[in-house]
C-alpha cells in the first residue's frame, strides 16, 4: 500500500514536471500571443494540481496537507481569473491574430464583415 | 523524486524569464510573468518536501494570493497607466 501511493506519487510530480516543461516550451515556441496563452493556460493549472496532489501523497493526513489543498484551491481560482483578465484586456486593446488563429464567433458568421 | 519536479519547475522558470524578455507585445510578458510566479509558488512547496520542512507552504500560500493581486495591478496598470485612477470622472 505504501508502495503504491509512494509510486503514484512518483507518477504525479513527474508528470507534473513535465507538463511544467511542456507549458515553458509552448510559450517560447507558439507563433502569436493567443497561442501562447492557450498553451501557458492550460499547462500552468494542469503542472499545478499534479504536482501538489504529488506532495499530498507524500504528506499523508495532517496539517501539511490541508495547507497544500489550500494552495491548490487558491491557484485554481487566482490562475484562470488572472488569464482571463489578461486575455479581455489584450482582446480590447486589439492585439492581432496570427496568420493561423482567429476568433471561433468568425467562424460561424461568415458574413460578419472586416473586424 | 522531489529534485525531478524541482528541475521541472526550474526549467520551466527559466522558459518564462527568456519569453518574458523575449515576448514581443506588453501582454506576452505578463503572461509569462503569471506563468513565472504560478512555478515560483510550486518551487516553494517543493522545496520545502526537498529540505525536509514542509512548513514552508504557509510562504506558497501568501505568495499564490500576492501574484494574483500583483498581475491585476500590472494588467491595470497597462490599461489605464494609472493604479489611484478616480473612476467617478469618466465610465470604464
Given at each position: 500500500m505504501t508502495d503504491l501511493t509512494g509510486l503514484l506519487s512518483w507518477v504525479l510530480l513527474g508528470s507534473g514536471a513535465l507538463f511544467c516543461v511542456v507549458g515553458g516550451l509552448g510559450l517560447l515556441r507558439m507563433p502569436d500571443f493567443w497561442a501562447r496563452a492557450h498553451a501557458a493556460g492550460i499547462s500552468d493549472t494542469l503542472a499545478a494540481g499534479l504536482i501538489l496532489s504529488g506532495l499530498m501523497l507524500q504528506a499523508g493526513f495532517g496539517l501539511v496537507t490541508v495547507k497544500l489543498v489550500m494552495v491548490l484551491v487558491f491557484i485554481y481560482i487566482t490562475s484562470p481569473t488572472a488569464g482571463h483578465a489578461l486575455y479581455r484586456a489584450a482582446h480590447a486593446h486589439g492585439l492581432a491574430?496570427?496568420?493561423?488563429?482567429?476568433l471561433?464567433?468568425?467562424?460561424?458568421?461568415?458574413?460578419?464583415?472586416?473586424? | 523524486m522531489f529534485s525531478v519536479a524541482m528541475l521541472g519547475v526550474l526549467t520551466a522558470m527559466l522558459l518564462a524569464l527568456v519569453a518574458a524578455v523575449r515576448g514581443p507585445s506588453v501582454f506576452d510578458r505578463i503572461l509569462a510573468l503569471n506563468v513565472f510566479g504560478t512555478k515560483t509558488v510550486l518551487l516553494i512547496a517543493v522545496s520545502g518536501f526537498l529540505s525536509g520542512r514542509p512548513d514552508w507552504l504557509d510562504l506558497a500560500l501568501l505568495y499564490a494570493l500576492v501574484n494574483f493581486v500583483g498581475i491585476i495591478a500590472v494588467l491595470k496598470f497597462v490599461r489605464f497607466g494609472d493604479l489611484g485612477r478616480d473612476d467617478s470622472q469618466s465610465a470604464s
Open positions: 491574430f496570427g496568420a493561423d488563429t482567429r471561433e464567433t468568425e467562424q460561424v458568421g461568415e458574413d460578419r464583415g472586416a473586424d | -
